[in-house]
């Protein structure tokens, strides 16, 4: 369930990271419902949107000159390394569903709450409402 207090502010990151919280919770109802094939399926899509989250914010951040740029690039690819390990696993049977949410739940609050944060004064101060709007409908475009 999302909680407003992660809201940044730019609502086109904050509808993308409700919507990876949508999928988490989508994972968690596949799981309880013990479909595999759902949960795979889930896996797959979850894993799909965020590496594409990434770049847009990753475009986003590089837009508004943010210094710590490098560093967050960073951040985001030991997730994505982390989560494809656990997709691996569950492909090759592992029962990894329940650990996976929660640690999903725990980086992305902190992630967003802590890392993303620091990039928003960046964003208000460098980008214009057109770069986002440009980046935004590629954004779209790759994730439909």
């Given at each position: 369930?999302?909680?407003?207090?992660?809201?940044?502010?730019?609502?086109?990151?904050?509808?993308?990271?409700?919507?990876?919280v949508d999928f988490i919770n989508d994972l968690h109802e596949a799981h309880t419902s013990h479909n595999r094939l759902s949960v795979a399926r889930?896996?797959?899509?979850l894993v799909d949107y965020t590496v594409t989250h990434f770049a847009f914010e990753e475009q986003l951040?590089?837009?508004a000159k943010y210094p710590l740029y490098d560093e967050h690039i960073k951040n985001h690819a030991s997730f994505t390394a982390h989560i494809y390990q656990y997709k691996q696993r569950?492909?090759?049977?592992?029962?990894?569903?329940?650990?996976?949410?929660s640690k999903l739940k725990l980086w992305l609050i902190h992630h967003i709450d802590v890392e993303d944060r620091k990039y928003i004064p960046y964003v208000n101060k460098n980008t214009t409402q057109s770069w986002i709007q440009?980046?935004?409908?590629?954004?779209?475009k790759l994730t439909s």
């Open positions: 369930m999302w909680d407003p207090f992660l809201d940044l502010g730019i609502e086109s990151i904050d509808k993308q990271h409700r919507r990876i889930t896996l797959d899509d951040m590089k837009a569950y492909e090759a049977g592992e029962d990894i569903v329940l650990p996976l949410i440009t980046a935004l409908t590629q954004f779209w």
